[in-house]
């Protein structure tokens, strides 16, 4: 029994040996950072309509749908957003919110010149996307780490060290975003008409801001 005691001890005192040894392993902490700029080929637009009543308000709206779908726009990216009466109103203004998508492969002079009604009272962006942005922000954050890891062996290399195996990686998300507006828009507010013939407002792809994607991963590599 005794001798068994001592085989138990014995190997808790050489595991917590190696423990120990695993966790005094000298090691370099380096932050690895990596940018892209992506264009957009979806833009969604909230738009506003109005009717004297509920009748007119419906007829407007089956005018959307038409001017949309004329322009290309899907059936399935046209969504309902919101409705509301002024009941404090004397004419009782309904009006009612939708959404709806368009691509690369829209006229958008030609859709926001139709657009140019008196019924309808705003257009604003949503959002802007990307269909490949997921495959993008892969590629950003290998980058990302592929950067660290250089960083690390030019460090190390420096000292006459090597770059061991990686201890711990660690992703920090610095900064995405996925709705950028473009400078025409910025300048527009809500309930005001459009004037698609204006020369100076320029609604295509060209005068949207590219997505901005951005990533740093941390990292801890062993020195060799």
Do not use: C
């Not at 062996?153 to 195996?165: C, H, I, P, R, V």
């Not at 990686?169 to 507010?189: G, H, Q």
């Not at 590219?210 to 740093?216: A, D, E, H, P, V």
């Amino acid at each position: 029994m005794k001798l068994r005691h001592f085989l138990l001890i014995g190997l808790f005192f050489i595991t917590g040996l190696i423990n120990a040894q695993e966790t005094k392993k000298n090691f370099i902490e380096v932050t690895g950072i990596a940018e892209m700029e992506v264009e957009p080929d979806e833009i969604i637009f909230n738009v506003g309509i109005k009717g004297d009543n509920k009748n007119q308000l419906a007829d407007n709206e089956k005018q959307l749908f038409e001017i949309l779908k004329s322009n290309g726009v899907k059936n399935e990216d046209i969504k309902f957003k919101s409705m509301y009466q002024n009941i404090y109103s004397k004419t009782k203004i309904f009006t009612k919110n939708l959404q709806f998508k368009v691509t690369k492969k829209t006229d958008m002079a030609n859709l926001f010149e139709n657009l140019n009604q008196k019924w309808i009272t705003s257009i604003n962006i949503d959002e802007i996307r990307n269909t490949k942005i997921a495959d993008y922000r892969k590629t950003v954050k290998i980058n990302a780490l592929k950067a660290a890891k250089e960083k690390a062996d030019y460090l190390l290399e420096s000292m006459a060290k090597k770059t061991g195996n990686p201890l711990e990686i660690v992703e920090i998300e610095d900064y995405t975003s996925d709705t950028v507006l473009p400078m025409n828009f910025r300048a527009k507010t809500a309930n005001i008409q459009l004037e698609a013939a204006d020369a100076n407002v320029d609604y295509s792809f060209d005068n949207i801001d590219n997505i901005k994607l951005k990533y740093s991963i941390k990292t801890k590599y062993e020195i060799l």
